[in-house]
């Protein structure tokens, strides 16, 4: 499998996962027209997918689907609570139902969705497998157990690492989103998501991809350094890092 984090931060959200007969994208938050730019910019075209994959119904993570969906006739999977809370399509036949925690084949992946703790109607984070396990996890309010467990068995993780608390707290929120931002239904802090890694990866994790990063309450460089000051501590865990951004679209990654 190959992973690229097309775009990821406060203003859209898309993650692309292929093996070698399909490619998918989880979440589909930037323009059609933006998502077919940055498929170019790795080399591929949207003939590759085979499916658009929706964790909630944020307009963060569902701004283009409809377009692409439509454009190119990619079915769509989302669960019905979060299809009935948002409008994912016009044409109604190209929305399939899924359940969270059960495992179905896609080709030759197998997809999960797992629910998580955020503001939403149903939101789920996904795992994508063939040979090894992808697991995408942003907008996630806390590390509960389902998150947990899927970091400890995970080959290659997209985390989100929302924000840095000192300049959440100093900066120029109100009171109220400060208070979601940081709640058990809100955003995972650098420091949450580095100690999760810390604390229940495997030492086969290879790949991180930091992603949802906020533009006022973070930095690629702040994300970096805290994340890698923190697994430090792990002698037996060494994977490469990277930054996601809403700029451009990361190296397509190998598995």
């Known amino acids: 499998m190959r992973v690229s ?103 030759a992946l197998k997809i999960e969705a797992f629910a998580k703790s955020h503001k939403a109607a149903d939101p789920v984070s996904f795992n994508i497998f063939s040979k090894k396990k992808v697991s995408i996890m942003t907008d996630v309010g806390y590390c509960d157990r389902g998150v947990e467990e899927n970091v400890a068995d995970s080959d290659f993780l997209c985390l989100e690492s929302n924000h840095d608390v000192d300049m959440l707290e100093n900066g120029h929120y109100p009171y109220f989103l400060k208070k979601w931002i940081k709640s058990d239904i809100g955003h995972l802090s650098n420091n ?30 702040l994300a970096l350094k805290t994340f890698s000051k923190t697994i430090k501590e792990r002698k037996d865990l060494s994977p490469r890092v990277f930054v996601s951004t809403k700029i451009m679209a990361s190296e397509l990654i190998r598995v």
């Open 192 to 221: 949450q998501a580095s100690l999760c890694v810390l604390e229940h990866a495997h030492r086969k994790l290879k790949n991180v991809i930091l992603s949802h990063l906020s533009e006022s309450n973070n930095t690629p460089e």
């Open 5 to 107: 984090a097309l775009a990821s931060g406060s203003s859209g959200n898309c993650f692309y996962v292929e093996d070698d007969e399909r490619g998918i994208l989880v979440d589909c938050g930037i323009s059609c027209k933006r998502v077919l730019e940055r498929l170019n910019s790795i080399g591929r075209s949207p003939e590759n997918l085979k499916g658009i994959f929706v964790t909630h119904e944020h307009a963060d993570h569902i701004k283009g689907v409809d377009v692409l969906a439509r454009n190119f006739q990619i079915p769509i999977f989302a669960t019905k609570d979060t299809a009935k809370n948002s409008f994912l399509c016009s044409d109604d036949k190209l929305v399939n139902f899924i359940k969270k925690d059960e495992i179905f084949s896609f080709g």
